[in-house]
């Protein structure tokens, strides 16, 4: 064998080589692994602090933005609401003035008021009106009373030619609430239309 031919020395020697460097290795092995490690959790608290960073960041972004949103919500409420109290307005001044411009009327300027001429609106006017706003003619079988009977009679029938009670006064007043609920509808669309386009 070889190591009986080598001299102790020279193997004491060897082997103490062999150790130093395995030790060597070993030390190294630590201070490296240990460097690593620093590095790594150096490397990642740099991570979590860049996340909680752009994280705060985007909350708060993302804050400011439904700020904006509410504000701009809040906004065109109080216009839409500001408006819907202009429309009531409107309508009461023109209620007030119903009795007065359905009641009398002159023939030509400067000449005396006279009542107005008695206007008769038919029944079957008064069903054709109500078709044309889309209003429902009662269901056969359901259970009606007599003044809505009179408001839906049968085409082609003397019944719709009877006198429906309906005034010029009645007609406005219809329109004026007819006026206020459309001009409100319009008023919701164009605050929504607006708000979405501010968005």
Same mark, same amino acid.
């Given at each position: 064998m070889v190591l009986d031919r080598l001299?102790?020395?020279?193997?004491f020697a060897g082997?103490?080589?062999?150790? *130093? !460097?395995?030790?060597?290795?070993?030390?190294?092995?630590?201070?490296?692994?240990?460097? /690593?490690?620093? +590095?790594?959790?150096?490397n990642l608290q740099t991570l979590k602090t860049t996340h909680a960073e752009q994280a705060g960041a985007a909350e708060k972004e993302n804050?400011?933005?439904?700020?904006?949103?509410?504000?701009?919500?809040?906004?065109a409420e109080a216009l839409l609401f500001a408006t819907f109290d202009r429309h009531a307005e409107e309508k009461r001044q023109l209620q007030e003035r119903i009795p007065h411009v359905t009641t009398q009327y002159i *023939? !030509?300027?400067g000449a005396v008021a006279r009542p107005i001429p008695r206007c008769v609106f038919t /029944?079957?006017? +008064?069903?054709?009106?109500?078709a044309a706003l889309g209003v429902p003619a009662p269901r056969p079988g359901t259970t009606t009373t007599g003044a809505e009977k009179a408001a839906w009679p049968a085409t082609g029938t003397d019944a719709e030619?009877?006198?429906?009670?309906?005034?010029?006064?009645?007609?406005l007043a219809h329109a004026q609430d007819?006026?206020?609920?459309?001009r409100s509808i319009l008023a919701q669309l164009n605050a929504l239309l607006d708000l979405q386009e501010k968005d």
């Open positions: 001299p102790t020395g020279l193997l082997l103490a080589c062999v150790i *130093s !460097a395995a030790a060597s290795g070993s030390i190294a092995y630590g201070f490296g692994f240990q460097y /690593a490690e620093a +590095l790594g959790n150096s804050r400011l933005q439904l700020q904006q949103q509410v504000a701009r919500a809040n906004e *023939s !030509a300027p /029944a079957g006017w +008064l069903r054709d009106f109500n030619l009877l006198e429906s009670g309906v005034t010029p006064a009645d007609i007819y006026g206020l609920w459309s």
